[in-house]
């Protein structure tokens, strides 16, 4: 079992070894159980973010060592609202970040467990998103049998895709949402302008 020094525990835990792999990212886990079974699995680029949440200070910090953290926190609810959470704060220090999925198995320690290694660099290389993500997530509250309900979902999509404030990124993005929730692509791009403008009230918050 490695032995972790003290100077990154309040902020950091595991990151004076995971700050030294040239793997090219930093995996964020929830709590120090996963970084040690990450670190014994050969996962030495695992960190975990401490406390009740992961601050603005830590993403930072991240920042010094790496420009893209996989976070890779519990698949249940409060996992999965922790990493609605950091998603926003890595993109405010400006940090790029995957979501790394773990179903059906609760958190990294249990998956490695139960699939091992190979199944484990597997869903790496196939981290979702965070755009996609967010998305993912928030579909399941609308009814997508509902007309009125999908035109909500697809004002939400809109939105977020006003959070791009490069006209290239944002175009990437629309088409690719639009092929992937079968939207009609002119529809979208004029519904997000018109959010843009302020003319189109957005009612899915």
Same mark, same amino acid.
């Given at each position: 079992?490695?032995?972790? %020094?003290?100077?990154?525990?309040?902020?950091?835990?595991?990151?004076?070894?995971?700050?030294?792999? %040239?793997?090219?990212?930093?995996?964020?886990?929830?709590?120090?159980?996963?970084?040690?079974?990450?670190?014994?699995?050969?996962?030495?680029?695992?960190?975990?973010?401490?406390?009740?949440?992961?601050?603005?200070?830590?993403?930072?910090?991240?920042?010094?060592?790496?420009?893209?953290?996989?976070?890779?926190?519990?698949?249940?609810?409060?996992?999965?609202?922790?990493?609605? %959470?950091?998603?926003?704060?890595?993109?405010?220090?400006?940090?790029?970040?995957?979501?790394?999925?773990?179903?059906?198995?609760?958190?990294?320690?249990?998956?490695?467990?139960?699939?091992?290694?190979?199944?484990?660099?597997? %869903?790496?290389?196939?981290?979702?998103?965070?755009?996609?993500?967010?998305?993912?997530?928030?579909?399941?509250?609308?009814?997508?049998?509902?007309?009125?309900?999908?035109?909500?979902?697809?004002?939400?999509?809109?939105?977020?895709?006003?959070?791009?404030?490069?006209?290239?990124?944002?175009?990437?993005?629309?088409?690719?949402?639009?092929?992937?929730?079968?939207?009609?692509?002119?529809?979208?791009?004029?519904?997000?302008?018109?959010?843009?403008?302020?003319?189109?009230?957005?009612?899915?918050?």
């Amino acid at each position: 079992m490695p032995k972790f %020094r003290e100077k990154y525990l309040p902020v950091t835990f595991g990151l004076n070894y995971a700050k030294t792999t %040239r793997e090219g990212y930093i995996m964020l886990c929830e709590g120090y159980m996963d970084v040690i079974a990450m670190h014994q699995a050969g996962f030495g680029m695992a960190v975990a973010s401490l406390g009740t949440a992961f601050t603005l200070k830590q993403a930072q910090l991240l920042k010094k060592y790496t420009d893209t953290v996989v976070i890779a926190y519990d698949s249940d609810d409060a996992g999965i609202n922790a990493t609605l %959470r950091c998603i926003r704060t890595l993109k405010e220090a400006g940090v790029k970040c995957k979501v790394l999925d773990l179903h059906p198995y609760k958190d990294p320690d249990e998956f490695i467990k139960n699939t091992g290694v190979g199944a484990l660099q597997t %869903r790496i290389r196939e981290a979702q998103n965070p755009f996609f993500f967010e998305i993912e997530i928030k579909e399941k509250v609308f009814e997508m049998s509902d007309p009125a309900s999908k035109t909500e979902f697809h004002r939400f999509i809109a939105k977020k895709l006003c959070e791009f404030t490069e006209p290239l990124e944002r175009g990437n993005y629309l088409e690719a949402a639009a092929k992937k929730y079968s939207i009609d692509e002119m529809g979208l791009r004029e519904l997000v302008m018109h959010i843009n403008d302020g003319t189109t009230e957005n009612k899915s918050e």
